[in-house]
T-cell receptor, first 120, second 114 residues
């Protein structure tokens, strides 16, 4: 159990367009989801915390108008990169800690497989 | 604020041998959780092992074990009988609770040589 999916896995878009990335918890509910950005050979950088039913919390330096986050339900969070530019090209990963369920899951976050975004 | 430090960028180990990956952290919290995650070339993050700070006993998961030194704020990962499939980037991570963010170290690239 405890599977997180992301869609799409890869996306190539033209500069100036918007791209939506979905993160779904398939077999558990998550009131909170996290969005990370990762460059090659580097660590994960937290971009924002997605909260079901309320506004996302963005990390310092992350443009909230550029990276729109919506947590529409207890199993779905979306990240929309608006007016994408080549510098937005990166690997985006989401994670979700289960809101309930078996105690063995407590305090653990489950990660999606990531989305590789390339902006031409 | 919490910080996690992994000072070794790369390590290499011969297959079947043992290797230890270092991690230190800094926090003023008394209750927290530590993790080691593995990221293979597929880039899927995989949980290797977790440790609750309130537990004195070091966590073990098959070939993986930790040396958790709470006073020294150290959390190293030992991989025994290294296998080629252990080749990956390894991240040490810290959180204060279930819905709290994970703070990651910079990671270490581990290569297992045949």
């Amino acid at each position: 159990g405890a599977v997180v999916s992301q869609h799409p896995s890869r996306v190539i878009c033209k500069s100036g367009t918007s791209v939506k990335i979905e993160c779904r918890s398939l077999d558990f509910q998550a009131t909170t989801m996290f969005w990370y950005r990762q460059f090659p050979k580097q660590s994960l950088m937290l971009m924002a915390t997605s909260n079901e039913g309320s506004k996302a919390t963005y990390e310092q330096g992350v443009e909230k108008d550029k990276f729109l986050i919506n947590h529409a339900s207890l199993t779905l969070s979306t990240l929309t990169v608006t007016s994408a530019h080549p510098e937005d090209s990166s690997f985006y990963i989401c994670s979700a800690p289960p809101s309930g369920g078996p105690r063995i899951y407590y305090n653990e976050q489950f990660f999606g497989p990531g989305t590789r975004l390339t902006v031409l | 604020a919490q910080t996690v430090t992994q000072s070794q960028p790369e390590m290499s180990v011969q297959e079947a041998e043992t290797v230890t990956l270092s991690c230190t952290y800094d926090t003023s919290e008394s209750n927290y959780y530590l993790f080691w995650y593995k990221q293979p070339p597929s880039r899927q993050m995989i949980l290797v092992i977790r440790q609750e700070a309130y537990k004195q006993q070091n966590a073990t998961e098959n070939r993986f074990s930790v040396n958790f030194q709470k006073a020294a704020k150290s959390f190293s990962l030992k991989i025994s009988d290294s296998q080629l499939g252990d080749t990956a980037m390894y991240f040490c991570a810290f959180t204060t609770g279930a819905n709290s963010k994970l703070t990651f170290g910079k990671g270490i690239t581990l290569s297992v040589r045949p």
